[in-house]
């Protein structure tokens, strides 16, 4: 990763062990993330897990408004609309669901 970074000309800046304040925004989006998706939910398969998740983060980012956005939706914040591909239908995501487990 550093090197990555360093070639990108990105500087990296850790959170010190024991100050998640130092990062409060992605605290508590992992924890929402934990509580309304990861700990209601048992995953038989890599291939059901990322599903689900998918369908959680399309909710959080779509549909869900967020007080701190002025009760708009992370989308609507961002003007970001147009630039999401589209959901697939159900029966593609089953056959790219196949071939990514086979990659896998």
Known sequence: MDV???????????IEPGK??????????NGKMRDECLNEHWFMSL???RE?????????????PHTSLGNRTPQESTG????????????EVQKQKTTQELAL
């Open 80 to 91: 970001a609309g147009a630039a999401l591909p589209p959901e697939p239908p159900r029966r």
């Open 52 to 64: 689900t998740i998918e369908a959680w983060r399309r909710d959080y980012n779509e549909v869900r």
């Open 20 to 29: 998640p304040v130092q990062n409060a925004f992605i605290e508590s989006f």
């Open 4 to 14: 990555w970074a360093y070639e990108q000309g990105v500087k990296l800046h850790f």
């Open 47 to 49: 291939g059901e897990a």
